[in-house]
């Protein structure tokens, strides 16, 4: 037997012997326990590095400019609207005379007295103040004299510091 | 139970950027999946895993003889991928990439480890060892009486291999035990054919060396 057959016996040995290592196999459902644990740390990991919300919704805001468009659109409109309905009491000249025409009425002039003559000062700012309230809020259909006696209330429950009107 | 989960991310991944759901995810080539991987899809990536995690952690095993750092490995390994797969270029398949970056893992793990004990269960063999003909005939060729079973080869034969270098070890392991071409292995060592022919030749001079007393 020469060298070289030597050899290729000596290799055809040791390939067989090595080829026991194709035996050696993990254990049973090992495939799909070691995929699931990787999806499981991969969609841990991602939970750990997710974005803040406020960047979230700029990215895809930034990836979504039709989006973005329809977005500011609606908002300008929201706006406008919001503006058009709203009352400016200094743009509506009927809210102002309701003002005037409140005082008019016989409590309201014993309140002018009170001012003339500095007595219940306190009192009469807040008095001023629900008028004018009530003006902003109103339509210019609500009588205006029905806010000012006695603030809503009737004579009954008036306040202990507004003195009766006096016929 | 397996099934189940296996639909639902069927059904997931139909619901997002993946073809139809009359396309199974088996179905689709790597090529596809990796596109689907790179924009997010677990579900994509997961059946690559189950494509590919068994020839990967069968290196990883006989190239640390131990089932646990193996199956670490393996993980790491898979994580990496995926977090690499936006730099994937297609040059290389989907496989082989993987198989490099699990390589390249465990050739710096083994460095650190410096022959570790390893721990190695009688359990990990096949049954059917037992029974196969070459294997048989070797042993009752060496040892007419039985007196070395198959097992202890088993246990001098992950000795041997542990004696020889990280590279010349995953050469054997890739050539001789999971049964790759020369240029296979040459891409997944990023080297050329030449150098896989050598490391092979030397690796086996080693081996034999090693376990003279096991071969005819």
């Known amino acids: 037997m020469d060298m070289k057959e030597q050899h290729t016996q000596d290799q055809e040995a040791l390939r067989k012997l090595i080829s026991l290592k194709r035996h050696e196999t993990p254990p049973p459902d090992h495939g799909d326990l070691l995929a699931s644990r990787i999806i499981s740390r991969l969609e841990v990991d991602r939970i750990a590095h997710r974005d803040p919300f406020l960047w979230r919704i700029f990215r895809n805001l930034s990836f979504r400019p039709a989006l973005s468009v329809v977005y500011s659109l609606v908002m300008i409109a929201l706006v406008c609207l919001g503006r058009d309905v709203a009352e400016v009491p200094s743009a509506n000249p009927q809210t102002f005379q309701a003002g005037v025409l409140s005082f008019q009425v016989p409590g309201a002039a014993w309140f002018r007295t009170s001012i003339d003559s500095s007595q219940h000062s306190m009192k009469l700012p807040s008095r001023e103040m629900t008028a004018g309230l009530m003006g902003k809020r109103s339509r210019p259909s609500i009588q205006p004299t029905l806010q000012f006696t006695g603030s809503g209330l009737s004579p009954l429950t008036q306040p202990m510091g507004y003195p009766l009107l006096q016929p | ?216």
Not at chain 2, 111 to 130: C, F, G, P, T, W
Not at chain 2, 132 to 155: C, D, F, M, W, Y
Not at chain 2, 180 to 208: P, W
């Open chain 2, 1 to 216: 139970m397996e099934a189940i989960t296996r639909k639902i991310r069927r059904d997931d991944a139909s619901t997002s950027s993946l073809p139809s759901t009359a396309v199974s995810l088996t179905d689709l080539d790597d090529a596809c999946l990796v596109t689907a991987s790179q924009r997010g899809e677990l579900a994509a990536f997961d059946e690559l895993i189950r494509r590919y995690h068994s020839r990967i952690y069968g290196t990883l095993y006989h190239m640390t003889s131990n089932h646990e750092d193996a199956d670490d490995l393996t993980q790491e390994s898979f994580i990496r991928a995926f977090k690499a797969l936006k730099r994937f270029k297609g040059d290389a398949s989907f496989y082989t990439w993987t198989y490099r970056i699990a390589v390249n893992l465990t050739i710096n793990f083994l460095k650190k480890r410096h022959r570790r004990a390893y721990h190695l269960s009688l359990n990990d063999m096949d049954i059917q060892v037992e029974n196969h003909p070459e294997l048989v005939a070797l042993i009752s060729n060496k040892t007419p009486r039985g007196e070395v079973r198959i097992h202890e080869l088993q246990q001098k034969l992950n000795e041997a291999m542990l004696q020889m270098s990280e590279k010349h070890r995953l050469t054997v392991t890739l050539h001789d035990i999971q049964g790759m071409s020369h240029e296979e292995i040459s891409k997944i060592m990023d080297c050329n054919v030449g150098t896989v022919r050598s490391r092979l030749f030397y690796a086996r001079q080693q081996l034999q060396g090693y376990l003279a007393d096991y071969l005819p």
